[in-house]
T-cell receptor, first 114, second 112 residues
Framework: GENVEQHPSTLSVQEGDSAVIKCTYS??????FPWYKQELGKRPQLIID?????GEKKDQRIAVTLNKTAKHFSLHITETQPEDSAVYFC?????????????FGTGTSLTVIP | DSGVTQTPKHLITATGQRVTLRCSPR?????VYWYQQSLDQGLQFLIQ???????AKGNILERFSAQQFPDLHSELNLSSLELGDSALYFC???????????FGSGTRLTVV
């Protein structure tokens, strides 16, 4: 099966600085990589995603990059704000004949210090 | 509202008891997934159903079971509850052509 590793587990940045979270995956059959943001006590919410045929995708202050050869993908948040503080999960989707199967990283707790 | 409905939102019960958590997937989604999230922990995959059939199992205890009904809603049954079962239980759904999972708001289970 797939194995997704995520680093770092915790990250503190000053407001306005950038934050980078990195994930690696093991199964070359994985073809879709979403990122979720989870605020305390709330449900994970999809914030950005990237498909395996794309190397980079950007949405305002958030960007995701994918290196298929190295099997790693990263989340980049620029000009961080206190409301970016949350736990972020990466995931890899592997298609099979039984449907989609998502594998999650262990999460990164991001704290943006005002 | 994500379109995935979970009930109840909160549940407090005693050790040894049995509870049932319910999930209605987003309209049109055939796959339902259950996850357990303990305090400060990641998302632990429990089980997946696709159109009524079990498709994948994760770290689900034998005391736990689930099913998906013909109307596609799913129930997660937790029995012989222990203090360590206290957690947030999330249901998620996905469908053909949909992006990622859509998570429900979760059920917070507290075992006392």
């Amino acid at each position: 099966g797939e194995n997704v590793e995520q680093h770092p587990s915790t990250l503190s940045v000053q407001e306005g600085d950038s934050a980078v979270i990195k994930c690696t995956y093991s199964d070359s059959a994985s073809n879709y990589f979403p990122w979720y943001k989870q605020e305390l006590g709330k449900r994970p919410q999809l914030i950005i995603d990237i498909r395996s045929n794309v190397g980079e995708k950007k949405d305002q202050r958030i960007a995701v990059t994918l290196n298929k050869t190295a099997k790693h993908f990263s989340l980049h948040i620029t000009e961080t704000q206190p409301e970016d503080s949350a736990v972020y999960f990466c995931a890899a989707r592997r298609r099979s004949n039984t449907g989609n199967q998502f594998y999650f990283g262990t999460g990164t707790s991001l704290t943006v210090i005002p | 509202d994500s379109g995935v409905t979970q009930t109840p939102k909160h549940l407090i019960t005693a050790t040894g008891q049995r509870v049932t958590l319910r999930c209605s997937p987003r309209s049109g989604d055939l796959s339902v997934y259950w996850y357990q999230q303990s305090l400060d922990q990641g998302l632990q995959f429990l089980i997946q159903y696709y159109n009524g059939e079990e498709r994948a199992k994760g770290n689900i205890l034998e005391r736990f079971s689930a099913q998906q009904f013909p109307d596609l809603h799913s129930e997660l049954n937790l029995s012989s509850l222990e203090l360590g079962d206290s957690a947030l239980y999330f249901c998620a759904s996905s469908g053909v052509g949909t992006r990622g999972y859509t998570f429900g708001s979760g059920t917070r289970l507290t075992v006392v």
